[in-house]
T-cell receptor, first 116, second 116 residues
Framework: DVKVTQSSRYLVKRTGEKVFLECVQDMDHENMFWYRQDPGLGLRLIYFSYDVKMKEKGDIPEGYSVSREKKERFSLILESASTNQTSMYLC???????????????FGNGTRLTVT | RKEVEQDPGPFNVPEGATVAFNCTYSNSASQSFFWYRQDCRKEPKLLMSVYSSGNEDGRFTAQLNRASQYISLLIRDSKLSDSATYLCVVNIIKADRGSTLGRLYFGRGTQLTVWP
């Protein structure tokens, strides 16, 4: 079974703090993704990565950055946390057979971040 | 127009009922389709892929209509444990810097409650 592990289940941070959300997968997947999920808005893609040291902006990258130094690890960074970044953050991974086709995503169990 | 649209519901049905969800997608070049299930405060999990000829997994049947660009999920003999949000997911291919790039797009989900 694919295991995607997010480092924290719940996190409370103050406005202006730098926040690191860590995600590790154990299935040698090429693709990794960061989403946030908010009521009424569904899942929105923040950043994704198709390979080590590679990153692509998703639909809502503003206020976030990412790092992928190793294949199994994909970190989401909030440079200066703000209250509108309070959300559920979900990491996911998948293997890819081509750039056009995506295999199903496997999600971590999420990090519920509250910024006060 | 959103790439993937779903009726948010909620659908409230008694145990044993049959319920169907539809989902429409905007890009006729889409090649792969999935249904995910998400329990309250949990991560999304793959329920089933959707194949061109339609496919069945126990009480769940998925159908694809390429001409009308919609997919459907039918649940027969509903159980209490089927209560969840069902997410429609479509791989949409777009041109990206001279090549094609596929991305998975999520609908906002359809909420189902099965009551005793």
């Amino acid at each position: 079974d694919v295991k995607v592990t997010q480092s924290s289940r719940y996190l409370v941070k103050r406005t202006g703090e730098k926040v690191f959300l860590e995600c590790v997968q154990d299935m040698d997947h090429e693709n990794m993704f960061w989403y946030r999920q908010d009521p009424g808005l569904g899942l929105r893609l923040i950043y994704f990565s198709y390979d080590v040291k590679m990153k692509e902006k998703g639909d809502i990258p503003e206020g976030y950055s990412v790092s992928r130094e190793k294949k199994e690890r994909f970190s989401l960074i909030l440079e200066s946390a703000s209250t509108n970044q309070t959300s559920m953050y979900l990491c996911a991974s998948s293997f890819v057979s081509s750039r056009a086709y995506n295999s199903p995503l496997h999600f971590g169990n999420g990090t519920r971040l509250t910024v006060t | 127009r959103k790439e993937v649209e779903q009726d948010p519901g909620p659908f409230n049905v008694p145990e044993g009922a049959t319920v169907a969800f539809n989902c429409t997608y905007s890009n006729s070049a889409s090649q792969s389709f999935f249904w995910y299930r998400q329990d309250c405060r949990k991560e999304p999990k793959l329920l089933m892929s959707v194949y061109s000829s339609g496919n069945e997994d126990g009480r769940f049947t998925a159908q694809l209509n390429r001409a009308s660009q919609y997919i459907s999920l039918l649940i027969r003999d509903s159980k209490l444990s089927d209560s969840a949000t069902y997410l429609c997911v479509v791989n949409i291919i777009k041109a990206d810097r001279g090549s094609t790039l596929g991305r998975l797009y999520f609908g906002r989900g359809t909420q189902l409650t099965v009551w005793p």
